[in-house]
């Protein structure tokens, strides 16, 4: 549906036109940015003076693209930095604009020089606004007001450490305000008085692509995962075939609880199936949600469901505090000795860490925790096996207690190096890679092999896979 702005008196929220909302947008740059109030470092209070002709945006990231606003900024300045969270959908690239995230979404991998992007878990990305990247305005895409409040929706991430670092630097706050943003409770609920000035719209939501019939490797790999949770456990998961199939194969369990930073159409089915804890005000929680529009509406105003901050369902301890954490993340490469690779591809930017560390970590902190990597062994378009001698690319998370594909699960934690690398060959890699694994790991220096050759030899390099995207429509990378 084609975006329409309108004007009408909301209580509180002052509610502008479009031109008017440009006038206020080019402000931004017209005036230089106070320092952060809080106590900080020398280099960091330096760090937060920037000219005032590019300020710092912080807009919201995922599927909750401000877009209206985008375009205003966009046409507003002609110098500015763009901070967002996985964007999908941007203005289009021009000089004059920076792009600034901690994960690359669709929308700024083909940024290039422009893109600085911020190699960091997504749990510290709130102390960068408090320090050495401050923000001097927020773009928000809130639900319509409620009783005096607005909701961030199906987005709050790390948009409430922005607001708050705004607020008290005097910068400004702007929301979308969109009937079709479902209200979400939680710390994304705001006193309208926080937000400056706004503009109407009523645009439908952008949805998870349809999942449809899952892959019978997606399956395999699920039933795998799927006997790992127990009854009573607590879940956490990411965006993609694996995922949802996952989800599908735990409607017979009881007493699961959901601690995540994102959510999907997935745990509305455990939810509506019963599977479930739902004694003692026990509630659904995560930071963002990506799915179809019937999980909007159902969480539209859904008490079971609470909206946190990064700090919140991040926070290692915190996840380390949940009965029985299993954190299910997926990869695009696994090398032997346990390194998990989701964020590049052959030496190019694809994502970022998100919050797989965060949840790994807290995960094997949890009694009766389990942090799981589970990836399809081969990718089919390359021809190349997912397990690896060792990653090329920076490593996302390491240490897991299991690594599962479609041919079986290779239970990792506390095992010897060679003993590891053994189950990764033995019972997680594709058949037509486990002589060539095991030709690689004996070239290997240290204790996996007999230190008689290099790991970056030819042998390593003629099998590393140049894997893409969805890992062939199995698994799609995602923050958490």
Request: charged share 20%; glycine share 10%.
């Amino acid at each position: 549906m084609t975006a329409t702005a309108r004007t009408r008196s909301v209580p509180v929220v002052q509610v502008i036109s479009p031109e008017r909302l440009c006038e206020r947008l080019s402000e931004l740059g017209s005036a230089a940015t106070a320092p952060p109030a809080q106590t900080a470092q020398p280099a960091e209070i330096g760090a937060a003076f920037r000219p005032a002709s590019e300020p710092r945006v912080v807009a919201s990231g995922n599927l909750a693209t401000p877009h209206q606003l985008l375009e205003a900024l966009d046409g507003a300045l002609e110098r500015y930095r763009l901070f967002m969270l996985a964007a999908h959908e941007l203005p289009p690239l021009r000089a004059g604009v920076i792009y600034e995230t901690p994960f690359v979404g669709p929308a700024m991998r083909e940024a290039g020089a422009q893109l600085d992007y911020l190699p960091m878990r997504l749990s510290l990305v709130p102390r960068l606004f408090a320090t050495m990247r401050a923000p001097d305005a927020v773009l928000l895409h809130t639900s319509t007001p409620r009783a005096g409040r607005v909701s961030l929706g199906i987005e709050v991430n790390v948009l409430l450490a922005a607001v708050e670092q705004v607020r008290s630097r005097g910068g400004l706050v702007v929301a979308q305000l969109n009937p079709r943003m479902p209200y979400t409770h939680g710390d994304g609920e705001l006193d309208e008085e926080l937000i400056d000035i706004a503009i109407e719209v009523d645009r439908e939501l952008p949805c998870a692509p349809a999942g449809g019939n899952h892959h019978e490797h997606a399956v395999a790999i699920a039933e795998q995962v799927a006997a790992l949770v127990e009854d009573g456990a607590t879940l956490q998961l990411g965006i993609g075939q694996v995922p949802d199939a996952t989800l599908h194969a735990l409607r017979s369990r009881q007493g699961l609880r959901v601690w995540s930073e994102m959510i999907s159409d997935g745990v509305m089915e455990l939810e509506r199936r019963g599977a479930l804890e739902s004694e003692s005000g026990r509630e659904i929680v995560c930071s963002f949600m990506f799915g179809s529009r019937e999980l909007y509406e159902w969480v539209d105003g859904n008490p079971r469901v609470r909206m946190v901050r990064t700090e919140t369902s991040n926070d290692p301890a915190r996840i380390a505090a949940q009965r029985q954490m299993t954190s299910i993340n997926t990869a695009l490469q696994v090398d032997l000795h346990d390194q998990a690779g989701a964020s590049h591809i052959n030496g190019r930017l694809y994502s970022g860490f998100g919050g797989q560390p965060d949840f790994v970590g807290g995960a094997l902190h949890s009694p009766g925790g389990h942090a799981v990597i589970a990836l399809r062994s081969w990718h089919d378009p390359s021809g190349t096996s997912t397990i690896v001698p060792r990653l090329r690319d920076p490593a996302t998370s390491y240490q897991h207690s299991a690594v599962v594909t479609e041919h079986g699960c290779a239970h990792v934690f506390g095992r010897s190096e060679r003993a590891q690398a053994r189950l990764l060959i033995e019972r997680a890699a594709h058949p037509d890679a486990r002589e060539w694994l095991r030709e690689a790991n004996e070239t290997m220096p240290g204790p996996s092999g007999d230190g008689s050759g290099s790991s970056n030899g030819e042998a390593t390099q003629r099998q590393t896979p140049g894997v893409g995207g969805e890992l062939d429509g199995v698994g799609t990378l995602v923050k958490g």
